[in-house]
């Protein structure tokens, strides 16, 4: 009786974390010919954000407000998940006129 308890409780936690895993969405945002596409998105805690460089030049998407810089290199793909709700405004450092918006909401 003890062990099927056990089973239980396993089982109920793993469908739990999947369940919580199944809402997180990845959205892609393109850099290209020196833009963000779309340079506007909107998000929700623990989603994913997939930047596709495609560009020959390194980019960088920074968070104006200092929650993450990510580093582009040329013609790569680089995953960043969302942690903290907010209103973020991001920039290339290395060429400031790139700049987009990510809304993102609490989960």
Known sequence: MWSRRVLLASLTALLGMV??????ATIEITIENLVFSPANAKATVGDTIV??????????ATARNGDW???QPPKKTVPLV?????????YCRHHPNMKGTIVVAPQ
Do not use: E
Not at 19 to 24: G, K, N, T
């Open 19 to 24: 369940s919580v895993s199944a809402h997180a």
């Open 51 to 60: 930047w596709i460089n495609k560009d020959i030049f390194a980019h960088t």
């Open 69 to 71: 810089d990510v580093a």
């Open 82 to 90: 969302l942690r903290k709700a907010g209103s973020i405004d991001y």
